[in-house]
């Protein structure tokens, strides 16, 4: 089965600096799909940034990029010059591509806080 | 983008009784619909996965009985939680995977149920 790991309970950051959240994941499929989701305290799961595993460049969303590294089954998400909004909960999650019905499945979450 | 409604978003309810939540995609056809569970804190705990027309398939450890699941339609997929108790209080959150293009799956804005 596969299983999605997040170490880091919780991180801080200051305004317009930048961090990364650590995501590793297990799995004996070659062909998936991997991705970061912010949950704000609304709870409104928003996507941030999807990357597919057959593709080697680190996907990228203006101020969130993604480093992929899929020998070490690695795939941070690096938060450019942070802002307040980003203060949230984040998600990694992974999804196979063996069928359109398989579920996300989601790793347990960093908070992040962001100060001014 | 795509929109997945939840009703009611809140619910309080006495213990022995039955809740229907209802989880609508808007603007899309759906053939999948997954029904998520998440505590305070934590992560989103897949319960089931339902294909429109076909008895959902539920995670191991979640009664059937208890948390029935129906997908009639492709736009409507609906978790009945029977005779619930107070350990039944959680975060329920619906995801909708679109017909045209299973790469996307969008959530609901959840369902905090209370059972007293």
């Known amino acids: 089965a596969q299983t999605v790991t997040q170490s880091q309970p919780e991180m801080s950051v200051q305004e317009a600096e930048t961090v990364t959240l650590s995501c590793t994941y297990d799995t004996s499929e070659s062909d998936y799909y991997l991705f970061w989701y912010k949950q704000p305290p609304s709870r409104q799961m928003i996507l941030v940034i999807r990357?597919?595993?057959?593709?080697?460049q680190n996907a990228t969303e203006n101020r969130f990029s993604v480093n992929f590294q899929k020998a070490a089954k690695s795939f941070s998400l690096k938060i450019s010059d942070s802002q307040l909004g980003d203060a949230a909960m984040y998600f990694c999650?992974?999804?196979?591509?063996?069928?359109?019905?398989?579920?996300?499945?989601f790793g347990k979450g960093t908070t992040l806080s962001v100060s001014s | 983008g795509a929109v997945v409604s939840q009703h009611p978003s809140r619910v309080i309810c006495k213990s022995g009784t039955s809740v229907k939540i209802e989880c609508r995609s808007l603007d899309f056809q759906a053939t999948t619909m997954f029904w998520y569970r998440q505590f305070p804190k934590q992560s989103l705990m897949l319960m089931a996965t339902?294909?429109?027309?076909?008895?959902?398939?539920?995670e191991q450890g979640v009664e059937k009985d208890k948390f029935l699941i129906n997908h009639a339609s492709l736009t409507l997929s609906t978790l009945t939680v029977t005779s619930a108790h107070p350990e039944d209080s959680s975060f329920y959150i619906c995801?909708?995977?679109?017909?045209?293009?299973?790469?996307?799956?969008?959530f609901g804005p959840g369902t905090r149920l209370t059972v007293l």
């Open positions: 990357q597919e595993a057959y593709k080697q």
């Open positions: 339902s294909n429109e027309g076909s008895k959902a398939t539920y």
């Open positions: 999650a992974y999804r196979s591509a063996r069928s359109a019905g398989t579920a996300l499945i």
């Open positions: 995801s909708a995977r679109s017909q045209l293009n299973y790469n996307e799956q969008f």
